[in-house]
């Protein structure tokens, strides 16, 4: 649990200070060469050797998993190792309610559910985000209203999602993507200004922390995932956190089949519609397992994280994802950042990737322009669509849906690294920062390829 409650500057120090690489940086810098032929045009990789596997388990997940199998009691209905998982995942969070639910699409799912949204009502979702964001909103036939981003910091543009906000909002749900908090001073002023209840998709976020708060306990509720390439993973499997009780409960009804759970503050017409997106006792025990280890993984993340950002930003056209003051800590289930060609003797995007991967270090381009889909433009043609919301107001969405600062970033300077590569050492740090050089200086010869 160390750290968990420092303060982002403290947090950091304490980095600088325990990090003997952090501390003695400068001749690792210069051990991880940058020199010689990039690993495209033939030269040796800048980092030759591999990044932590994932998942990481030993024994303690196997006893997890065969003592569930041993007691006889697979699901939670009779079991109690998914109760004792959720009161874990609470005092963790420090939030008064989790409900583990079969995924981060059905913890959204469920959240949706409980507030009863559906045909008619809007939701405000980022445009860069995951499409399951998207999917949910859409499969309880509402408007998704897509804001644009922040190119800076790959975030929801805070400052437009006021100009989305019609008599139709029931909903802002902006995402901490890649586990880095969004705005959430300016959203959580503006849920409360015009009363529309805030819901985070923390989906990529946990332990990630906004002035020293966990993430997922500022809105109505937020959504987990634990999805395999998740920092906390169960194969597949998700949770639901509130502080609201009669919220809570609402939750647990519509996950199971509308049974359970006692609020009293039960609406008649309300709370009418239910599923079965319940978590089974192998995930629960499995969750516990690799929880033990969660902490000191988000510690490390971040340790690195920072210490290969402290290289990035000393190369032009290299931009880390900014995070605003708020942030005390980041999840890195992503580390995000901007590419320049410009700074980079015209070197497109796609050809800095390929030589990236080529010198061993792996990465992407990232999401789309989730806006100029066609699987989410379709849906302007969706017969159901227009029997709710018209032609008009359907070809309005389109053009609603521009986000201009989204296709820039996606277009041409996104890239992503992923969150097991900063489980590993600072040389693996150096290393990645001595490919990115290395590129720049030959970047010329790269381009002609
Ligand atoms: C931002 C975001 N929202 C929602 C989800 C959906 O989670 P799951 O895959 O567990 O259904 C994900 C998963 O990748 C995500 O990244």
């Not at 940058?34 to 030993?58: I, R």
């Not at 009418?272 to 280890?293: C, P």
């Not at 709710?388 to 849906?401: F, S, V």
């Not at 820039?408 to 600072?426: I, P, R």
């Amino acid at each position: 649990m160390e750290n968990n409650n420092l303060p982002r500057r403290k947090f950091l120090s304490n980095i600088a200070i325990t990090g003997a690489g952090f501390v003695l940086g400068l001749p690792q810098i210069a051990n991880a060469s940058d020199n010689g032929k990039p690993a495209l045009l033939g030269g040796p990789k800048a980092h030759p050797g591999g990044y932590s596997g994932w998942p990481l388990f030993d024994s303690t997940e196997e006893k997890a998993v065969m003592d569930v199998l041993k007691s006889g009691t697979w699901g939670r209905l009779g079991g109690n190792v998914v109760s004792n998982f959720e009161k874990a995942y609470s005092e963790m969070l420090g939030v008064k309610h989790t409900l583990g639910v079969s995924s981060g699409t059905s913890a959204l799912t469920t959240i949706l559910g409980a507030m009863d949204l559906g045909p008619g009502d809007e939701a405000i979702i980022p445009v860069y985000t995951f499409i399951a964001t998207y999917n949910v909103i859409v499969l309880n036939y509402a408007l998704p209203i897509l804001v644009d981003t922040d190119i800076e910091s790959f975030q929801i543009d805070a400052g437009k999602v006021e100009a989305a906000i019609t008599p139709q909002t029931k909903l802002i749900m902006p995402v901490h993507i890649g586990g880095t908090p969004a705005d959430l001073d300016k959203l959580m002023a503006i849920a409360q200004k015009t009363r529309i209840p805030l819901i985070e998709d923390a989906c990529q976020a946990h332990l990630a922390e906004w002035k020293g708060k966990k993430v997922g306990s500022y809105g109505l509720a937020g959504a987990f995932s634990f999805q395999a390439s998740k920092n906390l993973n169960c194969a597949e499997g998700g949770a639901i956190t509130t502080n609201d009780s009669d919220f809570a409960q609402t939750c647990y009804r519509f996950h199971n089949q509308g049974q359970g759970g006692h609020t009293t503050a039960y609406t008649p017409g309300t709370g009418t519609r239910a599923t079965n997106l319940r978590l089974t006792e192998f995930q629960g025990n499995l969750l516990l397992a690799q929880m033990t280890r969660l902490q000191a993984q988000a510690k490390r993340r971040a340790e690195n994280a920072a210490y290969l950002s402290a290289q990035l930003k000393e190369i032009k056209g290299i931009y880390p994802a900014k995070m605003y003051e708020g942030t005390t800590l980041s999840a890195f289930h992503l580390y995000m950042f901007r590419y320049d060609r410009q700074h980079f003797d015209g070197l497109s995007r796609e050809t800095f990737l390929k030589a990236l991967q080529a010198e061993g270090v792996p990465c992407s381009e990232g999401y789309g322009q989730m806006n100029r889909d066609t699987y989410v433009t379709g849906l302007a043609q969706n017969k159901h669509y227009l029997k709710i919301y018209g032609e008009k107001t359907m070809r309005e969405w389109l053009e609603r849906n521009q986000c201009p600062q989204n296709d820039k970033l996606t277009g041409e300077q996104a890239v992503w690294f992923f969150q097991n590569m900063l489980l590993g050492s600072h040389t693996d740090m150096d290393q990645i920062a001595a490919a990115i050089r290395k590129i720049k200086k030959n970047a010329k010869a790269l381009a002609k390829l």
